[in-house]
């Protein structure tokens, strides 16, 4: 990336990479005549490379627009996807747990004398949402 060719209030890509990527996106603050570009308190030299930084750390570079929403969209649909699984574990353990009440009243054991139904139907669900997380489905 030739930094020489960017412009003060234009945005920019950050990628931070480490053991996931991220990206966010920026308005350059100033460019220095020799291409070191400053983004808030953050300085940049001319080949996109944070200055100063502990090369143990997560290492942030400059990326273009483009890039850094393409990881940011990536990033989303991640999270949308964890979401709907997340949420459809949480419907069948639910409805698992109203099955499981459903056939013990039809046997009679519909006694909730000491208040033990809420506390059974939180336990069983944490199972059930526990088991799936840990195990694929069966697919066919």
């Not at 393409?70 to 649909?77: C, S």
């Not at 069948?92 to 039809?106: G, H, M, P, S, Y």
């Not at 054991?109 to 694929?136: C, F, P, Q, R, T």
Request: charged residues 30%; without cysteine; proline residues 3%.
């Amino acid at each position: 990336m030739n930094t020489k060719l960017l412009q003060p209030g234009q945005q920019i890509g950050v990628a931070k990479q480490g053991r996931i990527m991220k990206a966010s996106i920026h308005t350059i603050d100033k460019v220095t005549p020799t291409g070191q570009v400053v983004i808030g308190d953050k300085r940049f030299n001319n080949r996109g490379q944070i200055m100063g930084s502990n090369p143990f750390q997560d290492q942030e570079r400059l990326i273009s627009l483009e890039e850094a929403q393409a990881i940011i969209a990536e990033k989303e649909k991640r999270a949308l996807e964890k979401k709907k699984k997340r949420d459809q574990q949480k419907t069948i353990a639910r409805t698992a747990t109203q099955k499981a009440f459903e056939v013990l009243n039809q046997h009679g054991y519909y006694a909730d004398v000491d208040g033990h139904w809420e506390v059974m139907e939180s336990e069983i669900n944490e199972l059930l949402i526990d088991y799936m997380k840990k195990h694929k489905p069966i697919k066919d």
